[in-house]
């Protein structure tokens, strides 16, 4: 996936801009996870607004609560909204998606079991 070639100052300046006082995370080598999930549970992502979708990042480069450093990997919470091209917005906080990246497919249980082992 084509991601955007933008300056940090300037992502956190488009985040200020379209999402005012919102807590954000400027991240790189990122996968655009779509996930395979029972049908039961894609409805109730479906009723509380949500969409089956995950952010992973190889390469946190600012978080502005702090709760990463700088080359932290990460994993989001499901998507809200996906504005601008490079905007991911969960509940939380609003990724800016630096340089390209790729998208996968996963079921949700596989990538939890994954991501938990490379993070110990």
Known sequence: MIGHQMANAHAIDLIAEGFPGRHFCLVRDWIWVDLELPNGVREELNRIQL?????????????????????DWLRSTPLMAFKQGCLFETR?????????????????????????????
């Open 51 to 71: 969409l089956p979708v995950m952010l992973y990042a190889n390469c946190v480069v600012t978080d502005s609560l702090g709760r990463f450093d700088e080359g």
């Open 92 to 120: 939380d906080t609003v990724y800016a998606l630096l340089g390209h990246g790729v998208r996968k497919r996963a079921e949700l249980s596989a990538m939890v079991k994954i991501f938990r082992v490379e993070r110990e």
